[in-house]
């Protein structure tokens, strides 16, 4: 039976009100519950003194967003209750009920939380900045649905910005160089390329390029992107792969059968592929370079495959949207949402709860070679 894919998106308030009138999808907006329990406690103690690197640079998309669509003219934003239900100050813009995978890859490396590039001020550049934007990726046009976004070329270009203010505070060029050598980035682009660009009808690509073409001009404009950052000085990079992203409540909410859409899977395989190669050719050209990859989606798969030993009763339904698993009509402005919130592996049509994310960055940041390799984040870290 063919795959019919429908629009896909993270919606705002207002997109989210006209997608609701269109799809004649009813939904009561309540004034959203306090939160059922305190948010968890910091993954390590930041009280500790400095982290085992000076800073955290971070490029990506809505999985890693904390903030960046907030004022740009964008159906992409998720800086409204029940966003943010669980994170210690409420909705940031990050599209969670609390923590991203970054946040807890911060924690353990013993940084603060690293702020968003559109808010973050004075000496806090220092240890970090956050340039993920909700609907960006790695071609430009990608997310063009949504109007404002930043692309990931964008997001470099904010990192050079971001490279002026640091030598205005360190010491000068030699300084910032030695500081951004021994940093981390971590770069967690691609979904977008796929879920708001090649299976969008009103792209062209899916009619110009076939699964493995598509997956190497990605990875080919990546190369050039991950190769700018080290031009720029960066030397540690952490690449995260896709997840099996035909098994999200929105894409599950287009099939009849309750079961993942191994179209969509296997759509995705030839980019996880080509970037393992990318990394290993990335680390044998570039001089200094040390690359890793992370894997999400093996991290996931253990997800599903000890879904009770991790706490999980529900995998394919969000914890808060509207219509069939929850994925049809994203999470919407004081909605209420689930109250068993670690119990569910998806927040929302899209993303992960905040339980998974802490999960993926432990073994992320400590895990074997199944999910990490060649080596892991602590390893990463550690290297001089």
């Known amino acids: 039976m063919a795959f019919h894919f429908r629009q896909l998106c993270f919606s705002s308030a207002l997109l989210a009100v006209v997608i609701q009138l269109l799809h004649g999808v009813s939904g009561q907006l ?36 904390n903030g960046n669509n907030n004022n740009i003219p964008s159906f992409a934003k998720a800086n409204y209750f029940p966003y943010g239900i669980d994170f210690n100050g409420g909705p940031t813009g990050r599209f969670c009920n609390g923590l991203t995978m970054v946040d807890g890859i911060a924690q353990l490396l013993g940084l603060p939380l690293i702020p968003a590039y559109s808010e973050a001020t004075g000496d806090q ?47 000068g060029a030699v300084a910032v160089a030695d500081s951004v050598a021994r940093s981390l980035f971590f770069i967690g682009m691609g979904s977008n390329d796929y879920l708001n660009n090649y299976l969008m009808p009103n792209f062209p690509t899916r009619s ?6 598509f997956g190497d001009l990605l990875v080919q404009q990546y190369t050039n992107q991950l190769t700018r950052l080290y031009n720029l000085g960066g030397r ?40 393992k190669t990318m ?16 894997d999400i989606a093996q991290m996931l798969e253990d997800i599903v495959a000890n879904q009770a030993a991790y706490g999980f009763t529900t995998m394919d339904k969000g ?8 994925g049809q009509i994203t999470c919407l402005p004081f909605e209420t949402p689930c109250a068993n919130r670690d119990q569910y592996v998806f927040w929302d049509a899209f993303h992960p709860t905040e339980k998974v994310n802490l999960i993926m960055a432990k073994k992320a940041f400590a895990g074997d070679r199944t999910v990490a390799y060649p080596i892991n984040i602590q390893e990463l870290a550690s290297l001089n």
């Open 319 to 326: 914890c808060c949207g509207i219509g069939k698993n929850r």
């Open 30 to 65: 309540v004034v959203v519950e306090e939160p059922i329990s305190a948010p968890p406690p910091p993954l390590v103690d930041l009280n500790g003194g400095d982290g085992i690197v000076p800073a955290l640079f971070i490029f990506g998309d809505s999985l890693i967003d």
């Open 208 to 213: 110009q390029f076939n699964s493995q073409q």
């Open 125 to 171: 550049v220092l240890r970090g900045v956050n340039y993920a934007s909700a609907a960006a990726g790695i071609l430009p046009d990608t997310g063009g649905n949504f109007v404002g976004r930043i692309p990931f070329d964008q997001q470099i270009h904010n990192f050079e910005t971001t490279l002026d203010q640091i030598a205005g505070k360190s010491g």
């Open 279 to 294: 990394i290993s050719n990335l680390n044998q050209n570039l001089p200094d370079a040390k690359f890793i990859y992370l």
């Open 236 to 275: 540690k990079f952490v690449v995260a792969g896709l997840g099996r992203m035909g098994c999200i409540p929105s894409i599950l909410a287009q099939g009849n059968d309750g079961k993942c859409s191994e179209e969509v899977n296997q759509l995705v395989l030839p980019f996880n592929t080509n970037v």
